[in-house]
């Protein structure tokens, strides 16, 4: 029987970013069931435009996200490089979203969408490093 692969930071990563799409989506749901009828768009509504501005970030960023990370554990990155990177997207990735929802400031998401460019450089450069050169 082949041995199994293990990738434990990406892993708990995706288990841990999986639980936090669930509130993000329900968030929408819940809004849409309070304001009626509206199964479409955000029928100018505010709080429902943050919700569904801060699901579609989250589904946009974090299959990439988790992707690159999950290659560089493949490849044998360190895990310290591992560990701190997943860290940083998760940090981010939650710090987006609680800015999106809570904020009006443009601070916290762009804290965060500076981490997650962070997080995508340093795993990019990692892995053209490893193969490349």
């Known amino acids: ?6 990738l ?3 892993s708990v990563l995706a288990g841990l970013l999986v639980i936090l799409l669930v509130p993000l989506s329900t968030a929408i749901s ?3 069931l309070k304001l009626g009828s509206v199964v479409f768009g955000d029928a100018d509504d505010e709080t429902l435009r943050r919700r569904i501005r ?3 970030n989250f589904v946009e960023s974090v299959p990439i996200g988790i992707l690159a ?3 560089v554990e493949l490849a044998g990155g360190p895990e310290s490089l591992l560990w701190s990177v997943a860290g940083v997207f998760l940090g981010g990735r939650v710090l ?3 800015g999106m929802l ?3 400031s443009p601070v916290p998401r762009g ?3 500076l981490s997650q460019h962070a997080v995508c450089l340093v795993t990019g450069v990692w892995l053209l490093n490893r193969f490349l050169f």
């Open 1 to 6: 029987m082949p041995e199994l692969i293990s």
């Open 8 to 10: 434990p930071v990406t």
């Open 30 to 32: 819940m809004r849409r």
């Open 54 to 56: 801060a699901h579609g």
């Open 69 to 71: 990370i999950g290659l």
């Open 96 to 98: 987006h979203a609680t």
């Open 102 to 104: 809570y904020f009006d």
């Open 111 to 113: 804290a965060a969408m």
